[in-house]
C-alpha cells in the first residue's frame, strides 16, 4: 500500500482510540513500511475531544485560556485553533470528573464553556465547534450563554444567571449582547444523542441519575427545564422542546440554538468535515476503522457508517477492525464497509479479554496485513 488512513472510534472500557492508533499504526509501519499512515482518533465530543484533533491535525494549536469551572472556580482551559476554527470541549470547564464526589447539576454551571467560546471569538476566530457530552450540568446552557452576553431576567427585572435549580425563575430574554460578539461566526455542536430536551426521555431523566441527581431532583430539574423551553419559546420564537439532541448535555443542545444562534451535527460528520477527509481520501489505497461492538446500531448515523459512505463515493476499501461482532451487520457492506474482522482470538468472556485487547489489536492487524501483501 502507498498510503492508508487509520480513523477509529474507541473500544469503549478497554482501548482509547489514541491507543488503537498507536497499535495499528505501528504494525502497518512494521509490516508495510514503505506505506504513509495518516492516524485520526475519532473524538465524540466528549473528554478528550479536543486532544484527538491536537494529535491527528500538524496544523492545529493549542490555545490556553483562564476560565472557570462548574462551581465558578478560577481554571485553566485550552481549545484547538485551526485556522479561523476553533474546537472547543465544554467537558473541559463543565465535565464529571471536576464534580467527583460534590455532583450536584442544580448548582453546576455552563459559564465557563462560554467564556472559551468568548475568547476564541476575540482571539479572531469565526467558526466554533463545540463537543457535547461528559457534562455534570442542567443549566439548557444558560450560563454559556450568560458568558457570551446574553441576558437573563426573572419577574422582577433582576439580572441573573440561571443554574439547573432557577431555570423557572427566567421570565426574559436579551439576546442582543449574544448576537453583537457572534455576528459572522458560525456555532457547531458535535451532538450524538436525540434526546429532546425535557421528558421521560429528556435530558434530566435520562441523564440526570448519573451527574448526581436523585429522583426527586430530577423531577425537579425537569421541570425547570420545561418552563425553560416555554419561556425560549414565547421571549426567541424557538419551540425546541422536542428537537432531537436539545437534550444533549444537560440540554446545552437547546443553548447552542437558542443562545449563540448554532446548530447541532453528528460528532463523525463534525470530525469528517474538520479533517478534510474527502481530500484525505485522495490516493489512498485503505481506510481502517471500528469501535467496541459493530451492530445494527453502528449503521445509524455512527462513526463506521460515516466514514464508510463517503470513502464509498470515492471507491476506497474500508476495512472494520472490532473488539466484538452483533447481529444485523449485513447493510454495513452496503454502505462500503468491504470486511469485518473481530480482534478475539478465541472464545472467552469479556472480563478476561479485554485485558488482551492490545495484543489481540495487534495480532489481528498483523494478520490482515500479511492478507494484504500476500495477496499483491
Known sequence: MKKCIVIPDSFKGTLSAFEICEIEKQAIQTLDPGCEVAAVPVADGGEGTVDCFLYALKDCRKIEVDTTGPYGKAQKAYYAQLGDTAIIEMAMCAGLPQVEGRQNPEKTTTYGVGTVMKKAVEAGCKKLVV????SC?????????????????????????PTGETLGQVAAIDLSGAKALLEGVEVTAMCDVENPMYGPKGAAHVFGPQKGADKAMVRRLDEGVKQMAETIRSQLGLDLDQVPGTGAAGAMGAGIIAFAGGRLQSGISTVLDLIGFEKML??????????GRIDSQSLDGKVISGIAQRAKKQNVPVVCVVGSVGDGIEGA???????????????????TARYKSAQNLKATMENILRLIKASR
Open 131 to 134: 463537543g457535547l457530552g461528559g
Open 137 to 161: 450540568t442542567t443549566d439548557c446552557g444558560a450560563g454559556m450563554g450568560a458568558a457570551l452576553g446574553v441576558v437573563f431576567r426573572d419577574k422582577e427585572g433582576k439580572e441573573f444567571v
Open 282 to 291: 485522495e490516493g489512498t489505497d485503505l481506510v481502517f476503522t471500528g469501535e
Open 333 to 351: 457492506y452496503d454502505m462500503g464497509v468491504s470486511a469485518i474482522f473481530s480482534i478475539n482470538q478465541k472464545a472467552e468472556a469479556f472480563e
